[in-house]
């Protein structure tokens, strides 16, 4: 059997889509999608500093995971992963940031990760998750997605996996998100954050993780900010997903038959807004 070729993406075409349909809704929106096979990628709005959300507590356990294998992990700590990942529970990642190092740990983590323009606020926070108003661009969430996948040797192979399986087993209210740009059969690990800014009542929203389907593995991040509610900014999010893996399709899925997107429960969390 001959292989199909990869539709050539032509940026200038996805960007146009993407602005026709975010034009009037005033959230900012920045997107990436990298096919690790091809090496095809598509980058929106690239240059954006965006809040990570809890999109966070995946880069707070690869980075627990640089100096303490899975294995090695006592119970409770194992537990607090599988929380924070699935469950998206803060005090799970209060506890593991600390155990981390808090800023400077993360900080550490993500120079070896090769982040350049990801950045959390130092010290304690009082009446905030420090972790989640982290200040992220869609290549580093891209980056860290890489090493999940097996991009270098950062991390071991067993302790990717479970990353991965932890993202792919999210409760059902977090499933939205990138996830609507899969099609059936493909398998999808995922963190999504939301944030919900007390000074101008606003919500950002981000999802980002790795879409695996026949023949390709797709690294995606969508970061967006200034939603007027959480439902707009998760449509925003999802919409966008799926026209960028569209243009990186060639059009829909090969069976005509992607997932329907899905809510989410309210989360509200104190931040600073710019």
Not at 28 to 42: E, I, Q
Not at 196 to 203: E, K, S, V
Not at 213 to 239: F, Q
Request: aromatic residues 6%.
């Amino acid at each position: 059997m001959v292989r199909q070729r990869a539709p050539k993406v032509v940026a200038a075409r996805v960007t146009r889509e993407l602005d026709r349909f975010l034009s009037g809704r005033g959230v900012r929106v920045a997107a990436a999608v990298r096919d690790l096979g091809t090496g095809r990628s598509y980058v929106y709005h690239g240059e954006l500093r965006l809040p990570t959300a809890s999109v966070s507590k995946m880069d707070i356990l690869m980075a627990l995971l640089l100096d303490t294998p899975w294995h090695e992990l006592d119970a409770r700590a194992r537990r607090d992963a599988e929380r924070m990942i699935r469950l998206s529970d803060n005090a799970a990642a209060d506890r593991l940031y600390e155990r981390i190092g808090l800023h400077d740990g993360l900080a550490r983590a993500n120079r070896r990760f090769g982040l350049g323009n990801t950045y959390a606020p130092a010290g304690r926070c009082a009446g905030v998750y420090c972790w989640g108003i982290t200040q992220t661009v869609v290549a580093d969430q891209i980056r860290l997605v890489r090493i999940l996948a097996g991009h270098g040797d950062l991390l071991p192979e067993r302790d990717r996996e479970q990353v991965l399986r932890l993202m792919r087993n999210v409760v059902a209210r977090q499933a939205w998100g990138i996830s609507a740009a899969a099609c059936d059969g493909s398998r999808v690990a995922l963190k999504n954050g939301w944030l919900h800014h007390m000074a101008n009542r606003l919500w950002a929203i981000a999802s980002v993780g790795l879409i695996r389907e026949p023949g390709h593995d797709y690294a995606v991040a969508v970061l967006t900010e200034d939603g007027a509610s959480k439902a707009a900014g998760i449509a925003v999010a999802e919409g966008t997903a799926r026209r960028v893996l569209a243009a990186f399709r060639g059009g829909g899925c090969a069976n005509g038959a992607g997932r329907p997107p899905t809510g989410a429960e309210d989360q509200t969390v104190l931040s600073t807004s710019r």
